[in-house]
């Protein structure tokens, strides 16, 4: 099984990093394969909207997403990360959303969905915000559910902290690392 893991925040040893690695603790005790993408260090040029990918589903700026765009189609497992920044995803995670827009000409406009392993193709979201307000998980939510659809995840759970704001605060929280690790196990089981 593959694992695609994206990890969204700019803060070193922030807290989506600290949950993040919880999740890939779990799934390295499985025999899967994992790559995880640090997107605050890769060169991905946002969307131009050129309409570019629409007659062929290949978008045709050429940066760092064409690896990621080849390892989410090989993907069984996509994990996406991200702290809540002004109410919604990070900017690093929209960004290389946003480039999906060749995936999405792919499976609506070329009908060509990409095709599920054995395994079928499952989610995770691991959001963090420092407030206590809902809808900021609730909009990085709807953008996140448009991800997983549009890479043709048709499932995925999301687990979501709120009012954990400092560097590594997270770490007063182990129902939310003990969390994040079964969610970890639960992705990759099998059956
Ligand atoms: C630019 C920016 C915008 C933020 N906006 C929000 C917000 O709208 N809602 C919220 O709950 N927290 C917000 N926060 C707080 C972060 O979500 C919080 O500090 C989180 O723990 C950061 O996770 P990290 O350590 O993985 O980067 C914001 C922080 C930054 C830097």
């Not at 995880?36 to 909207?49: E, G, H, R």
């Not at 996509?78 to 002004?86: H, T, W």
Request: with cysteine; aromatic share 6%; proline share 4%.
């Amino acid at each position: 099984m593959r694992v695609v893991a994206f990890h969204g925040s700019p803060r070193v040893d922030g807290n989506t990093e600290i949950l993040l690695k919880e999740t890939l603790r779990a799934i390295s005790e499985s025999s899967c394969e994992t790559q995880l993408f640090m997107l605050n260090c890769m060169n991905i040029k946002p969307c131009q909207d050129c309409g570019g990918c629409e007659k062929t589903g290949i978008c045709i700026v050429s940066d760092d997403m064409n690896e990621i765009s080849r390892a989410i189609r090989e993907a069984d497992r996509i994990v996406l990360a991200s702290p809540i920044f002004f109410f919604g995803l990070s900017a690093q995670a929209k960004i290389m959303i946003d480039r999906c827009q060749a995936f999405w000409c792919e499976k609506y406009l070329l009908k060509k969905p990409i095709p599920a392993g054995p395994h079928g193709r499952k989610g995770l979201l691991l959001l963090v915000g420092g407030m206590k307000k809902e809808i900021g998980i609730q909009c990085a939510e709807a953008t996140a559910a448009a991800f997983f659809r549009t890479i043709s995840i048709p499932e995925h759970r999301t687990l979501s902290f709120l009012g954990v704001d400092a560097k590594g605060a997270i770490l007063e929280h182990p129902e939310a690392l003990k969390g994040a690790f079964e969610a970890g196990k639960d992705l990759v089981k099998i059956g």
